[in-house]
């Protein structure tokens, strides 16, 4: 039995994870307690986030009130700094050693004051917490500080603001100022709350490397409605950018005696793969874990090059393997595994030690054979959801044997599906042999998360590099050799210029490239680096020794989990000199808050670790034996629906107020609100005999304004509307049981992007990007030339200036699953067709020989179709759903 462990340029598309600044009270108190200020400031130099939360409260009441500052910031973020100011009286945290700072904490603990303030929430943040008295008519400042380099995902970065101030604020904003000196390419916001009116108050302007974002509501514009004092600021927020590269894909800068090089190469072809799955099909893995593994596998073989090589491993008490050797990645063969991968079954136990050493059996019996291609890569993955429990279950000398056996030829990369596996085991096997550790959190897009991760390693460029400097230039440098580098991904190295360095600081970075090595050179201009840096005054400035110290601290903490104990104590040292130096908060130290006197004296914030139990970090013994005051939490789920803004960018001076920008979607943005579909209750009061159709189609300029088209007969994928000249296609699976769509898929040519709707969820696919949302709650996204919205009903609208608007509808009625709603059909071009799409061309209705004026034929392109006027469902407005009379014609 498992136990639970304790635990286009070339897109580097940065999205500055972070922010939420809440200030929460209980209700008792909500309306005593005002934040009149709530401010955000963060500002991005050469990747590296500095990011200011500011809160201001007051207490309006005439007792003494509670105050609760709360916000999240990213888990690979580092806090730096935290002060109260309250009456005039600055308190100060303190970082400390982990170990010095324990003792203040144990005291507390004694005393019954509260003591823990971060914890881990979701998947990638981490709540900070701290509360304290407010006497009548009081004021107090909150300030917190964190520092994040940012790191390439699938050539994006990202932003992240959570703003939740649970209610009206008289000055609320957000500013945002972005600095990248190889010029910014590409630059985008979304939202999961924003209005027409919100979207007012955003504004963005870009020159060439440099560019501002601010957020900044009046209460109005924040308030539900007139009648209501609740605000609608309450989710996420996020910017994206991208910058430009020259094909070699170096960039150093130098800033205050450091440097930075990133290094990102344009235009690689991509190298062959020996890849081995490794899956856990044990009883744990029974119901939904084994079907999405299922769905995850099928199509990450689907995105298998005709290149690579591959097999399938799946282990319970036994490892099985699909065959006896890597075969190619063939269309019979993918299609064969793909057969396989879908009846994987679930039951036994879990003997991971032979199952990853079958695997790296499998690799060494093909290199012996020279059966590798020269210049592949070997990779294996192995995916588990518990601890070992057949065969060999201690943890240490499993990481042994794999390591032997290994003997630093392949890369092994471990996923953890859900928390009742070791985290801390997996990512040291993991890194021990040249891979990395992910978990896969249990939710609908669990097979979403694993296609991604997928999507990280799928496409590797080079391998064996590493970078070279003149000795005499600099010092102190970070890892300068990598065993892999992926497409999407950036290798950054960071170190100190020696005091007599050249004018000049050149550079070499050797790798190798398939059956070939290569090198990249590079060289930067110091005093013109320094100058670059120096001047603007929206930057964050002596940050780049910072962002030296950041980087220094997380490489020395991933050594220290493969090291053994007398290198783990050097590198430990290391690390917590740094951490006290640079005052960062790391799991080497933590920072002690002060906090007026008779109040609880001491608060403790430390880091929380990937594999730690959730919960380790929180301790809410309340003071003087009160309750714990901890607020309620949301369970992860899917990634956050979004609002998405991207404004034209033309070169502004930063310098001067940034005026609103117009709308690139025109008069799209504007009647947006007009095509809201209200939630109502399931139907339940209509005959039962009255079905809704397959679809209504909108027939402008015709006797007949509106079609409905049943299908009877299908068998598989139908493409339902296509139009080279609108450069959208949307295909769906019609299944006749239910009388409903069980998908609905859109693919736009410009912009690239695809939309796969199920009754599930929706799937948005850009760039190799997934991203999953759950029906019926509020998503906009605006990017360049799409509008993309879904109300509280469950309708999504696909909108482009001139074009069709597609609409895609949750259907809870009779037979749940999809629909498909059009507007604007008028603008389909003359070269639509699709089964759907020929009712476009050229429709010609002819009356009746008969009496009847029930009946009627319709001809479409030379083929005649029955139709008859019959009593329908209209879904349109969402379900329940209203009788209507239609023409109707059955396919």
């Excluded at 205050?256 to 290094?263: A, R």
């Excluded at 054979?369 to 993955?381: D, H, K, N, R, V």
Aim: aromatic share 8%; charged share 20%; net charge negative.
């Amino acid at each position: 039995m498992k136990t639970p462990a304790s635990a286009h340029t070339c897109g580097i598309v940065l999205v500055l994870l972070s922010l939420l600044a809440v200030l929460q009270t209980t209700s008792a108190q909500k309306n005593d307690i005002d934040i009149y200020s709530l401010t955000v400031d963060s500002k991005v130099s050469s990747r590296f986030a500095h990011t200011v939360v500011t809160s201001r409260v007051v207490n309006r009441g005439d007792t003494m009130q509670e105050a609760v500052f709360q916000m999240e910031l990213p888990k690979k973020a580092f806090i730096t700094n935290f002060s109260m100011i309250i009456d005039g009286v600055t308190y100060p945290g303190n970082i400390k050693e982990k170990d010095a700072a324990q003792e203040q904490y144990s005291a507390a603990v004694a005393r019954g004051e509260s003591a823990g303030l971060v914890r881990a929430t979701g998947r990638k943040m981490e709540q900070f917490q701290v509360s304290v008295s407010v006497a009548p008519a009081a004021k107090v400042t909150f300030e917190l500080v964190y520092e994040e380099l940012l790191k390439r995902h699938l050539g994006v970065y990202e932003l992240l603001l959570k703003v939740r101030p649970q209610q009206l604020v008289k000055h609320l904003q957000m500013d945002i100022h972005i600095f990248e000196p190889q010029g910014i390419s590409f630059l985008e916001t979304e939202s999961t709350f924003m209005t027409s009116a919100l979207a007012n108050a955003l504004t963005t302007s870009q020159n060439q490397t440099k560019a501002h974002i601010r957020f900044k509501p009046t209460v109005s514009q924040q308030q539900k409605s007139t009648e209501q004092q609740d605000t609608i600021v309450d989710g996420s927020f996020i910017v994206r950018y991208d910058v430009n590269r020259t094909l070699s894909g170096n960039s150093i800068q130098i800033e205050n005696g450091y440097f930075v090089h990133y290094f990102a190469p344009v235009g690689l072809p991509t190298m062959p793969k020996n890849v081995i799955f490794v899956i856990d099909k044990s009883g744990s893995m029974m119901g939904k874990k084994i079907q999405q593994t299922r769905e995850a596998l099928i199509k990450i073989l689907d995105d298998l090059s005709p290149k690579d090589q591959f097999n399938l491993i799946s282990f319970s008490g036994t490892a099985t393997q699909w065959k006896p050797s890597l075969v190619q990645a063939s269309a019979d063969n993918v299609k064969a595994a793909r057969d396989y991968a879908a009846n994987i079954p679930a039951q036994g136990g879990t003997n991971i030690n032979d199952a990853v050493l079958t695997a790296i059996q499998l690799l060494e019996k093909a290199n012996q054979e020279e059966l590798l291609p020269a210049g592949s890569i070997p990779l294996i993955i192995l995916l588990t959801d518990g601890d070992p429990t057949m065969g060999v279950t201690d943890p240490a000398k499993i990481q042994k044997n794999v390591q032997d056996a290994i003997g630093g030829q392949y890369s092994l990369f471990c996923l953890g599906f859900g928390f009742d596996v070791s985290y801390a085991f997996l990512e040291k096997l993991a890194l021990d042999n040249g891979g990395l550790a992910r978990r896969i959190y249990e939710d609908s897009d669990s097979a979403l998360q694993l296609q991604d991760f997928y999507q990280e390693v799928a496409n590797p460029l080079m391998t064996a590099v590493t970078f070279e400097y003149p000795s005499n230039s600099v010092e102190e440098v970070t890892q300068d050799n990598f065993r892999l580098l992926f497409k999407g991904s950036e290798m950054v190295v960071a170190g100190k210029l020696r005091g007599q360095s050249p004018d000049v600081l050149s550079a070499k970075v050797h790798g190798q490239q398939s059956t070939q090595n290569i090198t990249f050179q590079t060289e930067s201009r110091v005093a013109e680096q320094e100058e670059e840096f120096r001047s603007p005054k929206y930057i964050f400035h002596g940050f780049m020794e910072r962002l030296w110290a950041y980087l220094t601290i997380q490489q020395l903490l991933e050594q220290m989990v493969s090291a053994s104990e007398t290198d783990k104590q050097v590198l430990k040292t290391q690390a917590l000199g740094l951490s006290l130096n640079y005052s960062f908060v790391t799991p080497l130290t933590s920072m002690v808050v002060t906090k007026p006197e008779g109040q609880e004296q001491s608060q403790v914030a430390e880091k929380p670790v990937e594999n730690e139990n959730s919960h380790r970090n929180v301790h809410a013994a309340g003071a003087s034996g009160m309750p714990p005051r901890l607020p309620k939490l949301r369970q992860p789920g899917p990634v956050a629906h979004r609002h998405f803004y991207v404004p034209p960018h033309d070169a502004l001076d930063l310098s001067l107020p940034v005026p609103a920008l117009a709308d690139p979607v025109g008069d799209l943005y504007d009647d947006v609100s007009d095509l809201n579909i209200k939630e109502t209750h399931p139907i339940d009061r209509l005959p039962d005999l009255i079905q809704a159709p397959t679809v209504i189609l909108p027939l402008p300029g015709q006797s007949t304004d509106q079609l409905c088209v049943d299908i009877k007969h299908t068998q598989g994928p139908m493409s339902l509307f296509s139009d080279p000249d609108q450069g959208i296609e949307v295909t769906g699976q019609y299944e006749k049981n239910k009388a409903q769509f069980s998908w609905i898929q859109v693919t736009f040519r410009k912009p690239q992007l695809q939309v796969h709707a199920s009754p599930e969820h929706v799937v948005v696919t850009q760039d190799r990007r997934n991203t999953a949302y759950k029906w019926k709650e509020t998503l906009f996204f605006m990017g360049p030339g799409l509008l993309m919205t879904m109300n509280e009903g469950g309708l999504l609208l696909l909108r482009r200036p001139d074009r069709v608007t597609i609409g895609l509808l949750y259907w809870d009625g009779p037979g749940q699953g999809v629909r498909l709603l059009l507007q604007d059909t008028d603008r389909f071009s003359s070269h639509v067709n699709g089964t759907f799409g020929q009712f476009y061309q050229g429709v010609l209705w002819v009356p009746s020989e008969a009496a009847d004026d029930g009946k009627r034929t319709l001809t479409v392109q030379g083929h005649n179709h029955p139709a008859t006027r019959e009593p329908k469902l209209n879904y349109q407005e969402g379900a329940p759903g209203t009788e209507f009379s239609c023409w109707t014609v059955t396919l």
